[in-house]
């Protein structure tokens, strides 16, 4: 089975910098599609990024446009969030996703109900 584990959540002081992990198994990996999202309390879950299977392509949500960035390691089955400049506002549970779909071409925003994986979530606070 898929399975994902996100790390690398804390508290950090608005100004500062994370970098999430999200490690996942299987051979589905490297040819699948890759998402961040993250929800914060009594709100929707929203995207935040997204990197295709080869790593060539991103999209980003235009609140962390400019701050964070999405990267990914095929050969050790990680993605990664590097967070940059962090706000309160970015204050939430954040989740890796894998997309069901394998060698999906274009550069099209993938939807939440495209994604088939999901791992726990890691938490993100971010003091003023």
């Known amino acids: 089975q898929v399975q994902l584990v996100e790390s690398g959540g804390g508290l950090v002081q608005a100004g500062g910098s994370l970098r999430l992990s999200c490690a996942a198994s299987?051979?589905?990996?490297?040819?699948?599609?890759m998402g961040w999202f993250r929800q914060a309390p009594g709100k929707e879950r929203e995207f935040v990024a997204q990197?295709?299977?080869?790593?060539?392509?991103?999209r980003y949500a235009d609140s962390v446009k400019g701050r964070f960035t999405i990267s990914r390691d095929n050969a050790k089955n990680t993605v990664y969030l590097q967070m940059n400049s962090l706000k309160p506002e970015d204050t939430a549970t954040f989740y890796c996703?894998?997309?069901?779909?394998?060698?999906?071409?274009?550069?099209?925003?993938?939807?939440?109900?495209?994604?088939?994986?999901w791992g726990q979530g890691t938490q993100v606070t971010v003091s003023s």
């Open positions: 996703a894998q997309d069901l779909v394998q060698y999906r071409s274009g550069t099209k925003l993938i939807r939440e109900s495209e994604y088939g994986y």
């Open positions: 299987g051979r589905a990996f490297s040819t699948s599609a």
């Open positions: 990197i295709n299977w080869s790593g060539t392509s991103t």
